[in-house]
């Protein structure tokens, strides 16, 4: 059977530390480098997966709250990557999905919506439809090529940095 939105890309974590959070991944399965965006969160490669690290910031009241406080810390999100992000938005409504949130993942750049889907999970694991244009492309490949053979060297990395890189953008 071939899934409804392809392969799990990212496995997004909801956290009270990120600190904390990059270096039980770093020291433990040794996962990295982590590409870390204040006050956004940290992104990392392992093989075909990517770890997303989310840290609440504030008590405003969110899904990402909702999950801590039902579950607690931990995985709240696997994510599917599209170029055809209606569809796959068609597509989880259809399999009986609810929509909780909806964004872009880089304002102002075209092609960086995505949202979440829950659908009773007993672990409230949600699924994510992630719209990957360009830019976003240009910068989970530069995570996922900076992870083949990473020495362990500069284990956290400024995530706007390499984003000015990939697209051609200022900081």
Do not use: C
Request: glycine letters at 12%; hydrophobic letters at 40%; proline letters at 6%.
């Amino acid at each position: 059977m071939t899934p409804p939105f392809g392969p799990v890309r990212q496995l997004g974590y909801v956290v009270t530390d990120i600190r904390a959070a990059m270096r039980h991944w770093l020291d433990g399965p040794g996962v990295g480098p982590f590409y870390y965006l204040e006050g956004n969160g940290a992104l990392a490669q392992s093989g075909g997966v990517q770890i997303e690290l989310v840290q609440l910031r504030d008590d405003s009241p969110s899904f990402l709250h909702t999950f801590v406080g039902r579950f607690g810390e931990g995985l709240h999100h696997v994510a599917f990557w599209t170029e055809h992000f209606d569809a796959g938005v068609e597509a989880a409504l259809a399999r009986g999905y609810v929509e909780l949130h909806r964004g872009t993942s880089l304002p102002g750049r075209p092609d960086s919506r995505f949202a979440y889907f829950d659908r009773g999970a007993p672990d409230g694991t949600a699924i994510e439809i992630s719209e990957r244009g360009a830019d976003k492309r240009a910068l989970f490949d530069a995570i996922a090529d900076a992870a083949e053979g990473w020495d362990g060297i500069e284990p956290v990395r400024d995530m706007a940095a390499l984003l000015s890189e990939v697209t051609g953008t200022a900081r």
